[in-house]
């Protein structure tokens, strides 16, 4: 009787055969998905720069990020910015980082240095009266088009810090918390948010009795207690529930169409104009 183990290593039986065609063994056809996807892209480097790095290896740049400031304020604009960097410049941004995570002096600093070394740049300002009237998720979606499609160098591939942006003319993935992995999302994440700390301070100046310079229209106690004292004001987002609430109890209306949410339906519950029911009662003349 024959020994198993005198039979020939390259020898396979024909259930072994079967069993490796079963485990894919099969070459894809130049038709099959498998055959369609890119090639895995090597990440070297130190983080942030190591993604928009693969990509540029890969032929995919200029690489843009994009990001924005003020989505969660109850006052004060919605700021997007999208920025184009050198590739290799991580010596020259050696403090460039989520903005959220820098002093204001150094937000500053890093926003100057963008400002010079970038390859391309552009800021949106997206004013409350925009937010109140197609509400903060189109109009930052929106504003994330527009960043991107007004930068001098179109890019190759484009970065985006947490969510999906469909509509931009270029392939694009977002990033979760992309403004702490990808040094072009950081970058745009400092230059959005400069730009609105300077626009409240700005506000602050015309509403000192809000506080906007420390808060920045974000809601907090202080802001709380200033809306409940004082009302909104055209800084204010009426369309949102604490703004909306306040102007109820100062009977206060604002000065252009606002869409509320279901919530602020409840403090405020408008007529209907042109099927819309989440309107308040704007006055006319």
């Not at 198993?4 to 894809?28: D, E, L």
């Not at 509400?135 to 970065?159: K, S, W």
Request: proline share 9%; net charge positive; glycine share 8%.
């Amino acid at each position: 009787m024959p020994n198993p183990s005198n039979r020939s290593p390259t020898s396979a039986s024909p259930a072994a055969k079967s069993s490796a065609v079963a485990k894919g063994a099969r070459k894809p056809s130049l038709l099959s998905s498998a055959a369609l996807r890119p090639p895995r892209a090597i990440i070297r480097g130190a983080m942030p720069w190591a993604l928009q790095g693969a990509l540029d290896r890969r032929g995919l740049g200029p690489v843009a990020g994009v990001d924005e400031a003020g989505r969660g304020a109850c006052a004060g604009p919605l700021v997007v910015a999208a920025c184009v960097l050198r590739p290799g410049d991580a010596s020259r941004l050696s403090e460039l980082t989520d903005s959220k995570l820098l002093t204001a002096a150094a937000r500053d600093r890093v926003y100057e240095r963008v400002v010079r070394r970038a390859v391309a740049y552009s800021i949106v300002v997206v004013p409350p009266d925009e937010v109140d009237a197609r509400g903060i998720h189109v109009t930052n979606i929106e504003g994330m088009r527009r960043a991107v499609t007004r930068l001098q160098v179109a890019p190759g591939y484009v970065l985006i810090d947490g969510f999906r942006v469909p509509g931009l003319p270029a392939p694009s993935v977002p990033v979760i918390k992309g403004d702490r992995v990808a040094a072009c999302v950081a970058a745009a994440s400092v230059l959005a948010k400069v730009t609105r700390d300077r626009i409240m301070a700005d506000v602050h100046a015309e509403y000192p009795q809000y506080g906007f310079d420390v808060h920045k229209g974000y809601t907090t106690t202080d802001h709380g207690e200033a809306l409940t004292v004082h009302g909104p004001c055209p800084a204010h987002r009426w369309s949102y529930t604490n703004v909306a609430v306040a102007a109820k109890t100062h009977d206060l209306h604002p000065p252009h169409p606002v869409l509320l949410t279901a919530a602020a339906l409840q403090a405020k519950q408008g007529p209907a104009v042109d099927n819309q029911e989440a309107l308040f009662d704007v006055p006319t003349g």
